[in-house]
């Protein structure tokens, strides 16, 4: 009986997807990172479609936007699982602010991956009070490639990867910029309001 070779069943194999995460605090570059991959995806004519949860309209109301204010084109949506047949297709997904899509998203960018398209997303790892955001480590844990980007901390100067919040709210989504919240490092992140002037 005739057995077909290995490798030539490989090359029959349909194109397999992966999920790439970019995490970190805020102003560390996330979705300067997203919008850099993206245009590269673009350039090499690769169909690409961007989402992002519709509640975030904080410098537009559909475009991702950094903070630097480069701007690429996105879908908003209120539900992770419309996702799938708006990227249908779509050769690579784009999906910023990931931290606030419901818990569907998980297995939406499993379900994309599996279809063999390559996923790419960003998000806050850890919110303002230092705990894992939202679906965040599942998202890291089923990733491919998981980058952590760091911001440069407010206070001291030196490595930063937590979001400092200004605001005595305790709400855990309170959308805002450096009028709520600052990058900090671990020990100026844990240090009281009167310890600010303190060197790190």
Same mark, same amino acid.
């Given at each position: 009986? $005739?057995? #077909?070779?290995?490798?030539?069943?490989?090359?029959? +194999?349909?194109?397999? %997807?992966?999920?790439?995460? &970019?995490? =970190?605090?805020?102003?560390?570059?996330?979705?300067?990172?997203?919008?850099?991959?993206?245009?590269?995806?673009?350039?090499?004519?690769?169909?690409?479609?961007?989402?992002?949860?519709?509640?975030?309209?904080?410098?537009?109301?559909?475009?991702?936007?950094?903070?630097?204010?480069?701007?690429?084109?996105?879908?908003?949506?209120?539900?992770?699982?419309?996702?799938?047949?708006?990227?249908?297709?779509?050769?690579?997904?784009?999906?910023?602010?990931?931290?606030? $899509?419901? #818990?569907?998203?998980?297995?939406?960018?499993?379900? +994309?991956?599996?279809? %063999?398209?390559?996923?790419? &997303?960003? =998000?806050?790892?850890?919110?303002?009070?230092?705990?894992?955001?939202?679906?965040?480590?599942?998202?890291?844990?089923?990733?491919?490639?998981?980058?952590?980007?760091?911001?440069?901390?407010?206070?001291?100067?030196?490595?930063?990867?937590?979001?400092?919040?200004?605001?005595?709210?305790?709400?855990?989504?309170?959308?805002?910029?450096?009028?709520?919240?600052?990058?900090?490092?671990?020990?100026?992140?844990?240090?009281?309001?009167?310890?600010?002037?303190?060197?790190?």
């Amino acid at each position: 009986m $005739f057995i #077909e070779p290995s490798h030539t069943k490989h090359h029959q +194999l349909p194109r397999t %997807g992966w999920i790439e995460v &970019i995490c =970190g605090s805020m102003f560390s570059g996330k979705t300067e990172e997203l919008i850099r991959r993206l245009n590269r995806a673009k350039i090499a004519r690769q169909r690409i479609q961007i989402f992002k949860p519709a509640l975030d309209k904080r410098y537009h109301a559909e475009n991702i936007v950094s903070h630097n204010e480069n701007s690429i084109e996105a879908t908003p949506v209120d539900i992770s699982s419309e996702i799938i047949a708006l990227s249908e297709n779509a050769e690579v997904i784009g999906l910023d602010e990931a931290q606030f $899509f419901d #818990e569907s998203i998980v297995s939406v960018c499993d379900a +994309l991956a599996n279809a %063999g398209k390559r996923v790419i &997303i960003a =998000g806050l790892d850890m919110d303002y009070l230092g705990k894992s955001f939202g679906c965040m480590p599942q998202l890291m844990s089923i990733a491919e490639y998981v980058t952590k980007v760091h911001a440069i901390c407010m206070v001291c100067g030196e490595v930063a990867s937590h979001s400092y919040r200004l605001s005595s709210s305790n709400e855990k989504v309170l959308l805002g910029e450096t009028d709520l919240y600052e990058a900090r490092c671990r020990r100026c992140f844990n240090l009281s309001e009167d310890a600010y002037d303190q060197p790190c």
